[in-house]
């Protein structure tokens, strides 16, 4: 998934040859080469993602400067996040990699620790989703929306047969479509409550700056500047829901107008679409 990036600027391979010295292993080569199976692990995607959303970022400023200049605000989705983070002066490529690489390092041991899952479905509304997880949540078990990601498209987060009986009964109220993620647990539920202290003793180690543009928290879905405000809500979005449609509708009120997709595929473009379609959001790499 790297592959375009590196090709397209010099910078962008900087960036991996940077990040292999953070992590002790050639990031580039297994973005490219795999195995598929460490790839996917939440240990190694996650700094593998952080890391090519910057080094598109690099082929956007290598391609349209002024874009890059006169960018007034970020937003990410998740681990995204930190790679806006970045971008806005928050924190150093260094240490932001430092950080996504115990965040997945813990959040994968969370993950190993309880069957869980994710589940996307499709074609309801939000408050037929939390009716849906509360018929489907047995006594004790986890269930809860993790991912409001645009109208139509909610992504549920627990224990895995809660979230199998979850997609039967969307299917029953009339989802389109349910779909299992291809995640490694519950994440953005309280099942990743054991992941907090190790993130938050990463952060801790982590000088933050005040954004040197607006950044939209997932936690909130609005923007904050403190740096230790914005290093408690990165500690709780581990395990609080998503609010990406919200972050983009907080965005487009705030009148931006033109978006882009810095990353691997085309998955914010598509969500775009269904939350505003008058609005252009372009991607780097096509």
């Not at 006169?70 to 430092?98: I, K, T």
Request: aromatic share 4%; with cysteine.
């Amino acid at each position: 998934m790297a592959g375009p990036f590196v090709e397209a600027a010099p910078r962008a391979a900087e960036l991996f040859a940077r990040a292999s010295e953070v992590l002790g292993y050639d990031l580039l080569a297994v973005c490219q080469q795999g195995p598929a199976e460490r790839l996917d692990s939440t240990e190694v995607s996650q700094p593998a993602l952080f890391v090519c959303s910057l080094a598109a970022v690099e082929v956007l400023r290598q391609n349209e400067p002024d874009v890059v200049l006169s960018c007034q605000a970020a937003a990410g989705l998740s681990l995204g996040e930190y790679s806006a983070m970045v971008f806005a002066g928050v924190m150093s490529f260094e240490d932001g990699l430092r950080v996504v690489q115990e965040r997945g390092r813990a959040m994968q041991a969370a993950a190993d620790a309880n069957p869980s899952g994710m589940v996307s479905i499709l074609g309801l509304e939000r408050q037929q989703v939390e009716e849906i997880c509360d018929q489907a949540r047995d006594a004790g078990q986890v269930l809860e929306v993790a991912n409001l990601l645009c109208p139509g498209n909610i992504a549920i987060s627990g224990h895995t047969d809660a979230c199998e009986r979850a997609a039967q009964l969307a299917t029953q109220a009339g989802a389109m479509k349910t779909v299992p993620l291809a995640v490694a647990g519950a994440f953005h539920t309280a099942l990743m409550s054991s992941a907090v202290e190790r993130l938050a003793a990463a952060l801790a180690e982590v000088q933050l700056a005040r954004p040197e543009i607006v950044v939209v928290s997932n936690v909130d879905a609005q923007p904050h500047v403190e740096p230790e405000e914005i290093r408690q809500l990165l500690i709780q979005q581990v395990c609080s829901r998503v609010r990406w449609e919200d972050s983009v509708r907080y965005l487009i009120g705030q009148g931006f107008d033109t978006f882009y997709e810095v990353g691997p595929g085309r998955v914010l473009r598509g969500l775009m679409k269904r939350t505003e379609r008058k609005v252009p959001c372009r991607g780097v790499v096509d």
